[in-house]
């Protein structure tokens, strides 16, 4: 079955340091993609970043890149130099593709960053 | 270009009543999910509807119901409300529901109280 995992529920980093939330996953389908977002107090989920399956290197958006281990099934979120601002909870998600005809997403149980000035 | 817009941002209800959720996804958007999310179960999918078709149900019972309109604004309706119905209802809209790209994005979200 599909699964999502987020080991962390809590974290703190220094403010200007980055920080890895990790994310393993487990799926049978060769065709899935792995999303994070972050969910500040007000509730909105925000879109950070997207990983596909058969992408050769790393995604990276700004701050945000995604170490994935294939191999491994992991798909840790590195936020680089935090601000004050990243205080949140984040979210890894999946979505199977393959054969299956839905975009439902299946969410990790989330980990609460603290940034710290 | 707006965002997902959900209305209404807070709700209070009584248990028994019903209430109507509405979801007007992304300009050109035609998938759209709804999501509930509670401190004790996390994030469970509802349901899913691409051009007016549901296509995907999450495990809820049958008061929780959906549709989706042909400009693809989508509405989610729960009968008979319970104290355990109280969470925050997230719409989540997509270009297509999956494929290379295809971002969910979400909404504020509508917080439900039944009280």
């Known amino acids: 079955a599909q699964k999502i995992t987020q080991t962390q529920p809590g974290m703190f980093v220094q403010e200007k340091e980055a920080v890895t939330l990790d994310c393993t996953y487990d799926t049978s389908d060769p065709s899935y993609g792995l999303f994070w977002y972050k969910q500040p107090s007000s509730g909105e989920m925000i879109f950070l970043i997207y990983?596909?399956?058969?992408?050769?290197q790393n995604a990276t958006e700004g701050r945000y890149s995604l170490n994935f281990q294939k191999a491994r099934k992991s798909a840790n979120l590195v936020i680089s130099a935090s601000q004050l601002g990243d205080s949140a909870m984040y979210f890894c998600a999946m979505r199977e593709g393959g054969s299956s005809n839905t975009g439902k997403l299946i969410f990790g149980q989330g980990t609460t960053l603290q940034v710290k000035p | 270009k707006a965002g997902v817009t959900q209305t209404p941002r807070y709700l209070i209800k009584t248990r028994g009543q019903q209430v109507t959720l509405s979801c007007s996804p992304i300009s050109g958007h035609r998938s759209v999910s709804w999501y509930q999310q509670t401190p004790g179960q996390g994030l469970q999918f509802l349901f899913e509807y691409f051009s007016e078709t549901q296509r995907n149900k999450g495990n809820f019972p049958g008061r929780f119901s959906g549709r989706q309109f042909s400009n693809s604004r989508s509405e989610m309706n729960v009968s008979t409300l319970e104290l355990g119905d109280s969470a925050l209802y997230l719409c989540?809209?997509?270009?297509?529901?999956?494929?290379?790209?295809?971002?969910?994005?979400f909404g504020q979200g509508t917080r439900l109280t039944v009280v």
């Open positions: 990983q596909g399956s058969y992408d050769q």
């Open positions: 989540a809209s997509s270009l297509v529901p999956k494929g290379r790209g295809t971002e969910a994005f």
